[in-house]
């Protein structure tokens, strides 16, 4: 079945470690998305890619890298730069750059310890 | 900038009343507007969208969205809630950088 999957599914960070989370899509899509879900904040967009080997900055992407060298894998790193990043990860695809029609994957619960 | 409103952080509805969940929007230009639900420690699952067409949309388990252009509002409604509506539920629109922007979220507990 064609989807998206993110790893793992609960992950502990020690202060001052760097973290990666994987997100890997086997939908042929050309867009992916990185959100931060806080409680009673909704989701806020960390970082996006439009096409292999090309992202943007989203709106909260300070303490956060990404990298995009092939169409299926967006994996994003959480540095220790970033100050209060316990939160709810969630990584989206779209067909195209619309952001039409996301899908979604299941995401990842960092806390730090 | 684009953004969407969900000025309700709850709604409770009984099992089998209709209910509505709003949303409001602000956009420049024509709104391509989304609506998703998301259940605990999951991912966001994709109901409906508006894009261009009928003011009511029509999406998955029985949920409708009506889109008024006068009142920037996209609510999304179901006739007859069900106990396993409930969830959090998300309105999005896309923004210039063809990306969705979403509300704050609004939780649906729908009792028996």
């Known amino acids: 079945d064609g989807g998206i999957t993110q790893s793992p599914k609960y992950l502990f960070r020690k202060e001052g470690q760097n973290v990666t989370l994987s997100c890997e899509q086997n939908?042929?899509?050309?867009?992916m998305y990185w959100y931060r879900q806080d409680p009673g904040q909704g989701l806020r967009l960390i970082y996006y890619?439009?096409?292999?080997?090309?992202?943007q900055k989203g709106d909260i992407a300070e303490g956060y890298s990404v990298s995009r060298e092939k169409k299926e894998s967006f994996p994003l790193t959480v540095t220790s730069a970033q100050k209060n990043p316990t939160a709810f990860y969630l990584c989206?695809?779209?067909?195209?750059?619309?952001?039409?029609?996301?899908?979604f994957g299941s995401g990842t619960r960092l806390t730090v310890v | 900038a684009q953004s969407v409103a969900q000025p309700e952080d709850q709604v409770n509805v009984a099992e089998g009343n209709p209910l509505t969940v709003k949303c409001t929007y602000s956009?420049?230009?024509?709104?391509?507007l989304f609506w998703y639900v998301q259940y605990p420690n999951r991912g966001l699952q994709f109901l409906l969208k508006?894009?261009?067409?009928?003011?009511l949309v029509k999406g998955s388990y029985g949920f409708e969205a009506e889109f008024n252009k006068s009142q920037t509002s996209f609510h999304l409604k179901k006739p007859s809630a069900l106990v396993s509506d409930s969830a959090l539920y998300f309105c999005?629109?896309?923004?210039?950088?063809?990306?969705?922007?979403f509300g704050s979220g609004t939780r649906l507990q729908v009792q028996p």
């Open positions: 989206a695809s779209s067909i195209e750059q619309g952001g039409y029609g996301y899908t």
């Open positions: 999005a629109v896309r923004d210039r950088r063809r990306a969705l922007t």
């Open positions: 508006y894009i261009t067409g009928d003011n």
């Open positions: 939908l042929n899509h050309d867009a």
């Open positions: 890619s439009q096409i292999v080997n090309d992202f």
């Open positions: 956009v420049s230009g024509n709104p391509y």
